[in-house]
């Protein structure tokens, strides 16, 4: 896990993120306890090998995303390595 306050960028490499959601909830709770404890966080980024951008395209996730981007303006991006 990487925090660059310059850019309010965390980045997350989460290699099994195509297969559970649950890395995905976890990562995202870290960065609302981050925003929570005072810390201004605009991005988080999601490092994967491929499948994620598609195992995270699935409603409940989208849902997740839209949500954290509407109400705490934190932008999902997820990455896949080649």
């Not at 896990?1 to 995905?24: H, I, K, Q, Y």
């Not at 605009?42 to 849902?63: D, M, Q, T, Y």
Request: glycine fraction near 2%; proline fraction near 4%; charge should be positive.
């Amino acid at each position: 896990d990487f925090w660059f306050p310059d850019e309010m960028t965390v980045v997350e490499f989460a290699l099994t993120l195509r297969n559970s959601s649950s890395e995905f909830h976890k990562d995202i709770f870290k960065v609302l306890l981050s925003v929570d404890s005072g810390e201004k966080v605009n991005r988080l980024v999601f490092i994967s090998k491929p499948g994620a951008i598609k195992r995270h395209s699935e409603p409940a996730s989208k849902a997740i995303t839209n949500w954290l981007k509407k109400k705490y303006e934190i932008e999902i991006t997820i990455i896949e390595l080649k």
